[in-house]
């Protein structure tokens, strides 16, 4: 079985700073990207920021210069820096991994964790 588990979300006020984790864990062989997505309110989920194994990212326009996506291979584990937090960050995060396990490849997701900016 492989699992996806978010840490680090919260509330905060606007312009601050959160730093989020997702751990994967399980019979993984490998994990070719990882990312985050959120939701807001009545939207539809939204990407915002991948990296691929070998380290190339992409990012929402919405978060370019303010988040960074980050991994660590050997810990199949990603985090998600994200500074000058704005009102309209909010939402519930969740993270997403393409991962190759002993029960063959799959797309999987975390439960989601809650970042709220207030003003």
């Known amino acids: 079985q492989v699992r996806l588990v978010e840490s680090g979300g919260g509330l905060l006020q606007a312009g601050g700073s959160l730093r989020l984790s997702c751990v994967a864990s399980?019979?993984?062989?490998?994990?070719?990207?990882m990312g985050w997505y959120r939701q807001a309110p009545g939207k539809q989920r939204e990407l915002v920021a991948a990296?691929?194994?070998?380290?190339?990212?992409n990012y929402a326009d919405s978060v370019k210069g303010r988040f960074t996506i980050s991994g660590d291979n050997a810990k199949n584990t990603v985090y998600l820096e994200m500074n000058s937090l704005k009102l309209e960050d909010t939402g519930v995060y969740y993270c997403?991994?393409?991962?190759?396990?002993?029960?063959?490849?799959?797309?999987?997701w975390g439960q989601g964790t809650q970042v709220t900016v207030s003003s």
């Open positions: 399980g019979s993984i062989f490998s994990i070719n990207i």
């Open positions: 990296i691929t194994s070998g380290g190339s990212t």
């Open positions: 997403n991994a393409a991962i190759r396990s002993r029960l063959g490849s799959g797309d999987y």
